[in-house]
C-alpha cells in the first residue's frame, strides 16, 4: 500500500510554469508507476502523463508532451510533473495516482492523492 500527497499547486499567471509534487510513504513506492489526472469544474478527470517504476517509460496524454514534462526519484519517493506555458484552460485540480503499469486509464490506478489546485489566470 501506498499514500501519495500532492503540493505545489496555487495560482499563476498564464505563461508561466508550475512544478507539482507527488510524495508518497511507504517502502514500496518504486513498485509502482506513477500517474498524474487532472479535473476542471463540471469536467471528467483527464490524463496528464505517467512514469513507470523505473523511469524508463513515460506516457502523455494527448496533446500534453509538448508542456508538460514528468521525472520521478526513487530516493526521495517522490513524482515531479513540470508544466510550462501554463494557459487558463490548465485550471484544475491535479491528482496522482499509483498504478501496476503506466496507462492512461483511470480505472487502472488504485491509489490516489487529495489532489492539489491550480489557477491559471489570463
Known amino acids: 500500500q501506498v499514500q501519495l500527497v500532492e503540493s505545489g499547486g496555487g495560482l499563476v499567471q498564464a505563461g508561466g510554469s508550475l512544478r507539482l509534487s507527488c510524495a508518497a510513504s511507504?517502502?514500496?513506492?518504486?513498485?509502482?508507476?506513477i500517474g498524474w489526472f487532472r479535473q476542471a469544474p463540471g469536467k471528467e478527470r483527464e490524463f496528464v502523463a505517467a512514469i513507470s517504476q523505473s523511469a524508463d517509460r513515460t506516457t502523455y496524454g494527448d496533446s500534453m508532451k509538448a508542456r508538460f514534462t514528468l521525472s520521478r526519484d526513487n530516493a526521495l519517493n517522490t513524482v515531479y510533473l513540470q508544466i510550462h506555458s501554463l494557459k487558463a484552460d490548465d485550471t484544475a485540480v491535479y491528482y496522482c495516482?499509483?498504478?501496476?503499469?503506466?496507462?492512461?486509464?483511470?480505472?487502472?490506478?488504485?491509489?490516489w492523492g487529495q489532489g492539489t489546485q491550480v489557477t491559471v489566470s489570463s
Open positions: 511507504g517502502r514500496t513506492f518504486s513498485a509502482y508507476s
Open positions: 495516482a499509483a498504478s501496476a503499469n503506466p496507462v492512461q486509464y483511470l480505472a487502472f490506478y488504485n491509489y
